[in-house]
């Protein structure tokens, strides 16, 4: 399973910005998807996520997370943004893969390698 994350880059304080993750492998499901993000100095934290039947759990208002299931894809619309969204912002996807053709399955927690982001005031 991988996990490949577009849309980071550098923006101005107030603007916006959208990130997108397109989850690639041997998926038969995927669960909770979702991202993260980790600043300078900082652990990392959870920005947004979004549940296979719709339930969000934002870290703020200015967060919108979504999915495509058909593009087993979820995107992260940051509006107003503020210096500090300044960050590297993870993907994240527990999914269920299949492990070969017998029908064996395994559940895991996938990362992206991560996007930068860099606001600027």
């Known amino acids: 399973v991988q996990l490949v994350e577009s849309g980071g880059g550098s923006a101005q304080e107030g603007g916006s910005l959208m990130l997108r993750c397109v989850v690639y492998g041997s998926v038969l499901a995927i669960d909770v998807m979702g991202w993260y993000r980790q600043s300078l100095g900082k652990q990392r934290e959870l920005v947004a996520t979004?549940?296979?039947?719709n339930m969000v759990t934002s870290a703020d208002p200015r967060f919108t997370v979504s999915r495509d299931n058909a593009d087993k894809a979820v995107t992260l619309h940051i509006s107003s943004l503020k210096p500090e969204d300044t960050a590297i912002y993870y993907c994240?996807?527990?999914?269920?893969?299949?492990?070969?053709?017998?029908?064996?399955?395994?559940?895991?927690?996938?990362w992206g390698v991560g996007t930068l982001v860099t606001v600027s005031s």
């Open positions: 994240n996807a527990k999914v269920t893969e299949a492990v070969n053709r017998e029908g064996a399955r395994r559940s895991l927690e996938a």
């Open positions: 979004i549940t296979s039947d």
